[in-house]
Nanobody, 121 residues
Framework: QVQLVESGGGVVQAGGSLGLSCAAGGKFYNIGSMGWYRQAPGKQRELVALITRGGSENYADSVKDRFTISRHNARNTVDLQMNALKPEDTAVYYC???????????????WGQGTQVTVVS
């Protein structure tokens, strides 16, 4: 199974920047897509950004041109650089990964414990 450990987050003023990092550990065959979701109070969890193993990126419209996702396959890490932050970006951010336990079992999904990002105006 895969464990995801997040770091980063915190409190920042509107217009500022923050970075999030996530490292995958445990026993697995390989890691597929990795990414970040977020959940604000009273709202559903939503996709922020996703990156495939080959490097294709997908962003929510609300964060395009402000957030950048990157990954390091050999280290099984994924980062999210967040610039020009807005109060509406305030949420708990969760790292996500799908993984394979073998060539024939590729359906694993893992979530991090979540890290709080608070943007104050």
């Amino acid at each position: 199974q895969v464990q995801l450990v997040e770091s980063g987050g915190g409190v920042v003023q509107a217009g500022g920047s923050l970075g999030l990092s996530c490292a995958a550990g445990g026993k697995f065959y390989n890691i597929g897509s990795m990414g970040w979701y977020r959940q604000a109070p009273g709202k559903q969890r939503e996709l922020v950004a996703l990156i495939t193993r080959g490097g294709s990126e997908n962003y929510a419209d609300s964060v395009k041109d402000r957030f950048t996702i990157s990954r390091h396959n050999a280290r099984n890490t994924v980062d999210l650089q967040m610039n020009a932050l807005k109060p509406e970006d305030t949420a708990v951010y969760y790292c996500y990964a799908n993984f394979a336990l073998s060539l024939w079992d590729t359906s694993g999904k893992a979530w991090g414990q979540g890290t709080q990002v608070t943007v104050v105006s």
